[in-house]
């Protein structure tokens, strides 16, 4: 299928483990193995189950009992809670219910009645394409190999010169209730067969024993595998290249200058996230002359196509001709005529009971000579939609070369896209967090101060830039961060705020990385102690060169980004007590932070006619966790107030009117309420988070 198909899928059963588990164990144990190799199923794709004898809570009689993934779950990280349980005997009964297809969703809602053991997790509708298999265990996955011959034209006969008898073939069913009957139903009719193709679907395999289940999945795939290598070999795929890739680097900045300026005019509902792919295989396809047919038919595979829409947007750049200017200024009217002809698909397909239409932009847009970007509500999501359109990549790739490509009917993909049934799964979704879909970039990222508001945000949905000149830290606390929150929402990026080149370049990362941009704090700093007649020129220029021209340049790039987008923006600057209230033997850093919180009000005025707030917190001797306190400052302020190292806090504490102590999580936050949608109608204020000072009282 894709350039690394012929690679051998790995057995990874472990007889030693496996024999310490129970039947449901081995069945977590088996849908972890085949989930871990995205050549056997994507993620969220595919379901498996086991039917297993267990005592029942009431009776204690032993009662047959399937175990199957539940909605919404992933094969490969699923654990046993992520698995419905349901009697057989009730499962089996429910066929005396069923009256045929005009019902079939109708039975979802006897689901619930057959579970076992009251257990919450729900049923998936493939529940009864498991149920119904006279099989004690069922994988059905996804791989592109056998999604490749699924979705050719001559597919029944490609199952059949493939397999043999061994492998059966159904044609395209809707996942429900009648294509349970019509697995059952084969199944009877062919006793030998260890399995069956479904048309523009997926693989289904079953044996009575757990190993064997799992060694026939694996087989039949690799002889699918084995056999497109083979007869690919040699054969111009997707007609061929028309044009060529730019460099890496080259790539990297042309989706750095598209992402913010498309997620500005698909985010009005609701802030995209992105995400960039430049793997081998989409660059082959966006680079090919069967680009804008093949991307015209559509995904086959049901889960590749809720994922991904009805098709991808083809964007008009030309890597031979790179203009990236006339490239955006022909972009709005690509993304507006997506949207009038998904509308029109809305109406041409819609029934009387139909969802009423939702977001009409693509998920996919393709590059040529760059290569795959993708937006979803989160970064996960939009990863995860590159990932599935990947895998259509592939399938097209291998059915195109040894026959006709076909993409699911138009009715079809419609039915199921608005099927009521994924209605009723999207209206169970939790209520999105106050940040989701914001991106942030926050400078200073690795300190106290920084690190803390990153984890405020985090915390709120947000994804989340870490800006260090320390670039080590930095990515030490992004790492932290990562295995809290996932590895999708946070990255880190080595850059020194005086350096306009290094400014320029991290957002260039960020807007890569996750599309653009919503909210910048801006809190890298330094802190300076002496005597005005003993401050060097050099120490007062570093002040001004850090805590005010550094400013300077991060707020202008994120102004401009803003400005791409078009969706507003955030700028939050961590500023000090000492911009209004002076402190003896600091006048380089008092001046420096006063200029800090002039600049502000002055990008308040700029920024508001375009929706940009600007806005300042004021911290005050916030020691917890600060680099600052840490070096020659700490020093240099028990100097100045003739205390010690370990009085210095106690003091600061008896000098607020509250005598409290200040820590970064206070700073984070006054961050995060001027990053987020509480604070909508304020720009151009100063928070102070200082315990009480009154010589700093703005009014």
Not at 40 to 54: D, F, H, L, P, R
Not at 246 to 258: E, T
Not at 301 to 321: M, S
Not at 465 to 492: H, T, W, Y
Request: some cysteine; hydrophobic content about 40%.
């Amino acid at each position: 299928m894709s350039q690394s198909a012929g690679n051998q899928l790995q057995n990874l059963w472990d007889d030693g483990r496996a024999a310490k588990m129970s039947e449901a164990e081995k069945l977590r144990y088996r849908s972890n193995l085949l989930g871990s190799d995205k050549r056997i199923t994507n993620y969220g794709g595919g379901n498996t189950s086991a039917k297993v004898m267990e005592k029942d809570p009431l009776s204690g009689d032993l009662v047959e009992v399937m175990w199957v993934k539940g909605s919404g779950g992933d094969v490969g990280s699923i654990k046993m809670d992520g698995f419905a349980t349901l009697y057989m005997d009730k499962l089996r009964a429910l066929k005396g219910v069923y009256k045929g297809v005009h019902m079939e969703d109708e039975m979802v809602g006897y689901l619930p009645h057959c579970t076992f053991n009251l257990n919450p997790r729900a049923a998936s509708i493939d529940t009864p394409l498991h149920a119904y298999v006279p099989k004690k265990h069922v994988d059905h996955m996804h791989p592109d190999a056998i999604i490749a011959i699924a979705a050719a034209q001559n597919s029944r006969e490609l199952t059949a010169r493939i397999f043999g008898d061994d492998i059966g073939w159904l044609p395209w069913k809707r996942p429900g209730y009648e294509l349970g009957l019509w697995l059952e139903k084969f199944c009877l009719e062919n006793p030998k067969a260890k399995g069956v193709v479904l048309e523009s679907h997926g693989l289904f395999t079953w044996d009575d024993d757990a190993k064997v289940c799992y060694e026939l999945t694996l087989a039949i795939i690799q002889k699918a595998m084995d056999w497109f290598e083979t007869e690919t070999a040699g054969k111009t795929i997707f007609g061929g290249a028309v044009t060529q890739s730019l460099d890496g680097s080259a790539r990297r900045a042309v989706a750095s200058r598209l992402m913010p300026a498309i997620r500005g005019m698909i985010s009005k509902d609701h802030a995209m996230v992105g995400h960039f792919d430049d793997q081998a295989a989409v660059l082959e396809f966006v680079n090919s002359a069967k680009l804008k047919p093949l991307a015209a038919l559509g995904t086959s595979c049901p889960d590749h196509f809720l994922r991904t829409k009805i098709c991808p947007l083809v964007v008009g750049f030309d890597p031979v001709n790179p203009d990236i200017e006339a490239t955006l200024a022909a972009l709005a009217g690509e993304v507006s005529a997506y949207r009038d002809g998904y509308a029109a698909y809305y109406d041409r397909c819609k029934h009387a009971n139909s969802p009423p239409l939702r977001d009409p932009n693509a998920v996919v847009y393709l590059v040529p000579g760059v290569g795959m970007l993708t937006f979803a509500k989160d970064k996960a999501t939009a990863r995860i939609s590159g990932e599935f359109y990947v895998n259509a990549i592939n399938v097209m790739r291998g059915a195109d070369t040894v026959s006709d490509y076909c993409g699911l009917p138009e009715q079809e993909a419609f039915d199921i896209e608005y099927w009521l049934l994924e209605e009723a799964k999207l209206s169970r979704m939790p209520r999105p967090k106050s940040l989701a879909g914001r991106v942030a970039f926050v400078t200073g990222g690795a300190g106290g101060i920084g690190s803390a508001t990153a984890e405020r945000f985090l915390k709120e949905g947000a994804c989340v830039v870490l800006a260090d000149i320390d670039g080590a830290a930095a990515a030490n606390v992004a790492a932290g961060m990562a295995a809290v929150f996932g590895k999708d929402v946070v990255r880190s990026v080595q850059m020194n705020v005086t350096d306009e080149a290094q400014v320029i370049a991290a957002y260039a990362e960020t807007a890569a990385e996750f599309g653009g941009l919503d909210i910048l704090v801006s809190n890298a700093g330094i802190a300076s102690s002496a005597p005005i007649e003993e401050t060097t020129l050099a120490l007062w220029n570093k002040n001004m060169d850090i805590l005010s021209t550094g400013y300077f340049l991060v707020s202008r790039e994120a102004f401009k980004m803003f400005r791409a987008q078009n969706m507003g923006g955030s700028v939050v600057f961590i500023a000090s007590k000492n911009g209004l209230a002076a402190s003896p033997n600091a006048s380089a850093y008092c001046t420096a932070k006063a200029a800090e919180i002039h600049l502000a009000r002055c990008l308040a005025l700029e920024g508001a006619e375009a929706g940009i707030r600007v806005n300042v917190v004021n911290p005050d001797a916030v020691l917890k966790g600060s680099k600052i306190w840490s070096g020659e400052w700490l020093d240099q302020r028990a100097s100045t107030y003739g205390k010690d190292k370990e009085g210095l806090e106690e003091m600061y504490r008896q000098r607020s009117m509250l005598k409290r102590s200040v820590l970064p999580e206070d700073i984070a936050e006054g961050a995060y309420f001027f990053a987020c949608d509480l604070s909508s109608k304020s720009t151009g204020n100063i928070l102070n988070v200082d315990a009480g000072n009154v010589q700093a009282f703005t009014r």
